[in-house]
């Protein structure tokens, strides 16, 4: 069986046809394209996310499955710049810090109440 995508690298669209599901080979064919593009302005242009149509990033091989249960699949590639790799370490930190999450919650809910009672004060 084979896979058809329709993947866009800023604002030109190629199709690509694996005969294998698998994120490493994706990612090749991808690279593969940007070789043979000499019009790209990234950076770069090998530092890229694979995205599916509503923007979410394909990285592992569960959301590309899924991502392929449409046809024919449109992905798009984004290249990334140094600035947001940094922030999206960050993100992933503070999304695996579950402690610290839910006492933000907390802390969140006491300040909305506190406004709400038009008082002041500090959450700790």
């Not at 590309?64 to 993100?91: A, C, G, V, W």
Request: charged residues 30%; hydrophobic residues 35%.
């Amino acid at each position: 069986m084979s896979f058809l995508a329709l993947i866009s690298i800023e604002y030109k669209t190629s199709k690509v046809t694996l005969d294998t599901l698998s994120l490493e080979i994706l990612e090749d064919k991808v690279k593969e394209l940007i070789s043979n593009r000499t019009d790209l302005e990234a950076e770069n242009p090998f530092n890229f996310k694979i995205m599916d149509i509503n923007y979410q990033c394909i990285n592992n091989e569960q959301k590309l499955r899924n991502t392929f249960e449409t046809s024919p699949t449109n992905l798009f590639i984004h290249f990334i710049d140094d600035d947001e790799e940094k922030q999206d370490i960050e993100n992933i930190e503070l999304d695996q810090n579950k402690p610290w999450n839910e006492a933000n919650k907390i802390a969140h809910t006491i300040v909305e109440q506190m406004v709400k009672k038009n008082q002041s004060g500090i959450v700790v």
